[in-house]
């Protein structure tokens, strides 16, 4: 009938069969079961006219209509993929964390929980016991099965021991935190094991007492009526729900909201029941009429809270809340107010700044400065919202070269910012360059562009300390975007103002919170679960124990996580209807799927509130609402009006003179500045002490980055741009031809600080990777830094040496790099300097390190302020902390030139006994802080071990370690005491 069986339907079914028939390696035919039904004999039969005259179906069809019944009982094998997929995902993130040494609260609670089952349990819990004797869990609501588990294993709550106490504080309406963990059959089970202790806060002292009685009336006729009650967790046969709703008393206000007739109603309901509407329909002009009743009340002079002997205090913006579910309610409700002249404020507890507008236009303008001779670029980041220029000053960049060139030019400008003073700074640079505060703050939501900017500068400038390179970083903020999901608490949007603003918050944001003034406008607002966009539920089975469910294609799964989603929403509602102190303003229509006009509402909190859990009309709806405002006077009900104005809000602005502006008068140290080791040897002397000259090291990398900017230091053979100077091209090239292919590539590979610097930042992201070099990811990875650094020809011999490197056993360590367990790289250090002078330094190093060899004297320098650092490697091997630094000095072209004495040699020229004791120093500091009494230096704290990475075949295998000397380290340790009291 062109209705039950459309062409466009039949005809891609049948084209899925014919590809399933002709791919052997297809599960199934992705047909649904409504499609599997309608090509079923019955389903053919049940799509014919009612006056169509009878068919005869082909003798086949019995045989296809069996073989859909059969496909239809083969095990589904995405599940148990699934499974597999999720096990490995977590095998190797477990891998990851003990390479990385990470530990984070989900792994303190697994492995407590499995302590308290384990063999020595009972003695932990004794522990435990007698420290903490009593323990007080308030929002118990939100507790998980494992935390639960964890303190019923500790305190054992069936048992009511008087030796303990376990002290449960928590409402189970406010459970609303199932997306976190949180479950609230967690709680049921502690209800059921402490029955008969149970002791309920029946007092609200947040809100009037007629508002208290309305809330009250709306779930107390839904607990009243014969079904599940009113949080939908009552069972056949059961004389009482698990989860009754018990009505509260009020403490009541003294101050009271009223307009100019009077007490304003504790609850409006604004209800569109004249006929059913899909819920994309309502929610512009719900979100009008809202505003508008926003503006009525602002507008209004005769509108706020009087209080018998205090003066009147009009509504203000910021006694208005208006709660939504998600951003799409949000931008609904902003957009409404923004026409009307309202400022507002979103809170959300989970929306990330990477799905802002923002986020997009600041991609944008990251590819055109990464790329600033693109021209395409450029015009796209030109025409962005972010950078806000007309559509007059687009056309004229675009018919006019130097108008555009001038724009290009400032894109240059700040590609070399960002490449010598980092992104954020380039970022900041772009603000101010274009004007952009000043532009933004103009129109409405101003606040919220120039907020989420900087959020967006300030996680790009965190990520680029991990990322090479501009084109990385561009990646990586396509990659965030794309992704479109909030990662971790730095990620989730800020507060823009904390202005008299209307807020626009979300009910998980608003628990705990309180409002002089509520709206719900979209009360009726609900989405059933959809297996197509639901990867899983948690369901109880029949033993009452939860369980991933991953297939929801059952209707009987499908069933029971819906009813679970009603569950919760109607806890949300809970929670959003007892925000208010004093006025609730509800937005209540008739709506439907948008796939049926049939009425909904019952699957939503509000309709299930008011008429049960089965279908019903929005006449019955009416009637309903009708009986509980008669059942409570303090509810007051109003349709929705059939034109809503746009009224702007009215601003009764004072003018306030302006004051003088402050002198500033501060006074600070202008010699106060940050030191290292780099600036303690820099102008170092000389002093010959090696048969055979040297080539320049790679300098120490422990410089903060102004340090050097500060001191005027640059490296000696480094172009600014990173890359190689034409004098150290030909040098280099020269020393590689006089090589021979057998000399090991260490002994053939460039010389000097670039080269250095090259070797250093590849082993600083391979101690990230375990030192892993042969693993196919980190070889790829290797690859393409070798390409980025012009070495791609030398990609196979670094990765040769690397691996050299890395499986080296250290003398004195007892493992290689490759079989450290516990490492971290770059560790950085701050120890405050007040008058720290160089020769005091110099004379402690000279009297307890290498043994009185002759080297050069530290310049006459005095540091006020900070010395800091990085080290390259900390790592912790059989109980032992070690501090390493890589060295790629050139002693000679062969293993043989890599002794003892000459190591040493190099070390004394380079003065590197001064850095390994400042170096020590400051892990000696740190394991004395992390490991407490319980640290013992001379036990724990192993020494420095220097890594010459040109000498892994000479006689030391490159390596020169340095043990602790503990004179100079008491020495040291308080000499910099004492400077810390002076500064």
Not at 542 to 555: N, T
Not at 565 to 570: S, V, Y
Request: hydrophobic residues 40%.
């Amino acid at each position: 009938n062109r209705t039950s069986l459309k062409p466009a339907n039949y005809q891609k079914w049948l084209a899925n069969l014919a590809a399933w028939a002709d791919d052997t390696q297809a599960d199934g035919p992705e047909l649904t079961d409504a499609a599997r039904h309608r090509l079923s004999p019955e389903g053919l039969l049940e799509a014919r006219k009612a006056s169509a005259p009878g068919i005869e179906l082909p003798e086949d069809f019995e045989a296809f209509a069996q073989l859909l019944d059969d496909l239809r009982q083969l095990p589904d094998v995405r599940t148990p993929v699934r499974l597999h997929g999720a096990a490995r995902v977590g095998q190797r993130l477990a891998h990851l964390k003990r390479q990385t040494g990470t530990f984070g609260f989900a792994d303190m609670l697994h492995r407590l929980d499995a302590a308290l089952s384990g063999p020595h349990g009972e003695t932990l819990r004794q522990r435990v016991l007698a420290q903490y004797p009593v323990a007080m869990l308030d929002e118990f609501q939100d507790t998980s099965p494992l935390q639960y588990r964890i303190f019923d294993q500790i305190y054992r709550t069936a048992d009511h021991d008087r030796h303990s106490a376990l002290l449960l504080i928590g409402d189970p309406k406010q459970s609303i935190y199932g997306f976190r963990g949180a479950d609230i059959h967690s709680y049921m089970a502690a209800r059921r094991a402490t029955a008969g202790r149970h002791h309920v806060l029946d007092t609200n002292y947040r809100s009037t007492q007629a508002l208290v009685g309305a809330v009250n009336a709306w779930f107390q006729q839904a607990e009243e009526r014969d079904g599940p009650g009113a949080f939908l967790f009552g069972e056949p046969g059961q004389t009482e729900s698990v989860l009754p709703f018990v009505p509260v008393q009020a403490k009541g206000r003294i101050e009271v909201l009223v307009d100019g007739r009077g007490a304003v109603p504790a609850i409006q309901v604004i209800h569109a029941l004249d006929g059913v509407r899909p819920a994309k329909q309502v929610l512009r002009p719900y979100a009008a009429c809202c505003a508008e009743q926003i503006v009525t009340w602002l507008n209004d002079p005769a509108v706020g809270f009087a209080q018998e002997g205090k003066p009147f205090q009009r509504l203000r913006p910021a006694d208005v809340a208006v709660l939504v579910r998600d951003g799409k309610e949000a931008e609904a409700i902003r957009r409404e107010l923004r026409h009307r002249k309202v400022a507002s404020v979103y809170l959300s507890d989970k929306d990330s700044v990477f799905l802002s507008e923002e986020s997009r236009d600041l991609l944008h303008w990251l590819r055109a400065v990464a790329s600033p001779l693109d021209v395409r670029l450029a015009r796209a980041a030109l025409a962005t919202r972010m950078v806000d220029l007309s559509l007059d000053e687009l056309a004229y960049l675009a018919s006019d070269d130097e108008a555009f060139d001038a724009r290009s030019e400032t894109l240059r400008e700040l590609h070399g910012i960002w490449q010598n003073q980092g992104v954020l700074t380039m970022l900041r640079q772009t603000l101010h360059r274009l004007d952009l505060p000043v532009r933004w703050l103009a129109e409405a939501g101003g606040e919220r562009r120039l907020t989420n900017y900087l959020h967006l500068a300030e996680l790009l400038q965190n990520a680029s300390t991990q990322l090479d390179g501009e084109q990385a970083l561009v990646r990586w903020l396509g990659m965030q975007i794309d992704e479109g999901r909030s990662g971790s608490e730095e990620q989730i949007v800020r507060l823009e103002s904390d202005a008299d603003l209307v807020k626009v918050v979300t009910v998980h944001k608003s628990k705990g919170l309180e409002y002089p003034v509520v709206c719900l406008p979209f009360a009726a607002a609900h989405r059933k679960v959809d297996p197509s966009r639901t990867a899983f539920v948690h369901l109880l089975d029949e033993a009452g124990q939860r369980r991933l469910v991953l297939d929801l294609s059952d209707p009987e799964v499908k069933e029971a996580a819906d009813r679970d989603r009603l569950r919760e929403d109607l806890r949300l509602l809970y929670v959003a209807l007892t925000r208010a102190r004093h006025a609730l303003w509800v937005g209540l229509p008739a709506v439907s799927d948008g796939r049926s006009p049939k009425c909904t509402n019952h699957l939503s909190a509000s309709g299930y509130l008011l008429a049960g859990p089965q279908p019903i009309e929005p006449e019955g709806l009416m009637a309903r609402l009708q009986a509980l405002a008669a059942r409570d006077a303090h509810i007051a009900l109003a349709p929705l009006p059939t034109h809503i104005e746009r009224t702007p809000l009215r601003r009764d602005e004072a003018v306030v003179p302006l004051q003088a502006p402050s002198v500033y008068a501060a006074r600070f140290d202008r010699r106060w500045t940050i030191g290292s080791f780099s600036a303690l040897v820099r102008s170092l002397g000389s002093v010959v002490t090696s048969p055979a000259p040297q080539a320049e090291p790679r300098p120490a990398d422990d410089e903060w980055p102004m340090a050097a900017a500060l001191e005027g230091d640059a490296f000696s053979d480094a172009s600014p741009g990173g890359g190689l100077t034409a004098a150290t091209t030909v040098a280099t090239v020269a020393s590689e031809q006089e090589a021979t292919p057998s000399t090991p590539a260490w002994h053939r590979f460039t010389k000097g600080a670039v080269a250095g610097n090259f070797l250093h930042d590849q082993l600083e992201w391979l101690a990230a990777e375990g030192f892993d070099v042969t693993r196919p990811d980190v070889a790829e990875r290797l690859k393409r830094q070798c390409e980025r650094a012009g070495r791609l020809a030398q990609a196979d011999e670094v990765a040769q040496w690397l691996q050299a490197v890395v499986s080296l056993p250290l003398p004195g360590v007892g493992a290689s790099l490759q079989g450290l367990q516990h490492r971290l790289p770059e560790m950085e250090f701050w120890l405050p300097a007040g008058r720290l002078q160089a020769q005091t330094i110099d004379a402690l190093c000279r009297m307890h390190l290498l043994g009185g060899r002759e080297r050069p004297a530290l310049p006459e320098r005095e540091l006020h302020g900070m010395l800091m650092g990085f080290a390259d490697l900390v790592f912790e091997h059989e109980g032992r902390y070690w501090v390493l630094d890589y060295k790629s000095n050139y002693l000679g072209d062969q293993g043989a030139a890599y002794t003892h004495d000459r190591l040493e040699g190099s070390m004394a020229e380079h003065r590197y006994d001064v850095q390994s004791a400042i170096y020590l120093l400051a892990l000696h500091r740190l394991l004395r802080v992390r490991l407490g009494d319980a640290y013992e230096p001379t036990e724990h704290l192993g020494g420095a071990v220097y890594l010459f990475l040109r000498g892994i075949d000479g006689p030391e295998r490159g390596a020169y370690v340095m043990p602790p000397a503990w004179p100079l380290l008491d020495a040291l340790d308080t000499l910099l005491a004492d400077e810390e009291h002076a500064a």
